[in-house]
């Protein structure tokens, strides 16, 4: 397997939401505000960052990248995925950390260790930038079965051996990272409850909050408006440089 730049392989960013991000993540993920502002200017302003993971000439994974002025505390670590991209594409202040924007991996490759190998090309991409740090904003993959239980909960969760419940988490814990915050507002999807009922394949025929597929938290319906705020975890991965 090789990792590839999609600024050096437009063919590869033309196949890429079919083949991965559209199979991996919920389309309502595709409409936030920030994504749909700043993503192009990806692979124009930080083509370094954005890769793509190839065995042979079919695109397996993939791992996109901002990076972001971050001073190391916890004070001033990012509300969130919204707040932290658009950190990172406005800032005027020198990078002192990259961003993860998001890891997708094929249906047909997961359980294969494809994510490791992604996290380990953010860190290998931020030690060779000169940036001493990875923070991503991670989605539980298990929170999706728990809606209703606060993140700030959630995270808190082990099991019997010490690892995280999470296996998204315990995968990052175990290539070195470190929990540093719980983000229970860390991107906001906000849309016509029309566009919700396409993504989601629910009725909301009434106002209030509802439990959806694939939600890590409930949506929110008023006046004709449907509001998701997307929980995530903060963990920090060192780069050693």
């Known amino acids: 397997m090789k990792l590839a730049r999609y600024a050096d392989r437009p063919d590869l960013r033309a196949r890429r939401r079919a083949e991965l991000s559209s199979v991996t993540f919920p389309e309502y993920m595709n409409w936030n505000e920030p994504g749909d502002k700043y993503w192009d200017r990806l692979y124009s302003d ?5 890769v793509a993971l190839l065995e ?37 202040d020198p ?3 990259l961003m993860a924007i998001a890891i997708s991996v094929a249906p047909a490759r ?17 030690r060779g930038a000169g940036l001493s740090s990875v923070i991503a904003p991670v989605r539980p993959t298990l929170k ?13 969760w082990r099991r019997d051996d010490g690892s995280h419940f999470d296996p998204w988490i315990r995968i990052h814990e175990r290539m070195g990272g470190k929990i540093l915050a719980a983000a229970p507002e860390s991107m906001t999807i906000s849309a016509p409850v029309a566009d919700w009922e396409s993504w989601t394949g629910m009725r909301f ?3 209030g909050a509802f439990v959806f597929p694939g939600g890590l938290a409930p949506l929110v319906v008023e006046d004709g408006i ?16």
């Open 46 to 50: 930080f083509p370094d960052f954005q």
């Open 56 to 92: 042979g000439d079919e695109l397996v994974a993939e791992a996109h990248a901002v990076p972001l002025p971050w001073d190391g505390t916890l004070d001033d670590l990012p509300s969130g995925w919204d707040e932290g991209f658009v950190r990172g594409m406005t800032s005027p």
């Open 95 to 97: 990078a002192t950390a």
């Open 110 to 126: 997961q359980g294969q260790r494809l994510s490791g190998m992604m996290i380990e090309a953010f860190r290998d991409n931020a």
């Open 144 to 156: 999706e079965r728990y809606p209703l239980i606060p993140i700030e909960r959630y995270v808190e």
């Open 205 to 207: 025929p009434d106002e």
């Open 226 to 241: 449907g509001v998701h705020l997307e929980p995530n975890v903060w963990v920090l991965h060192r780069t050693a440089v």
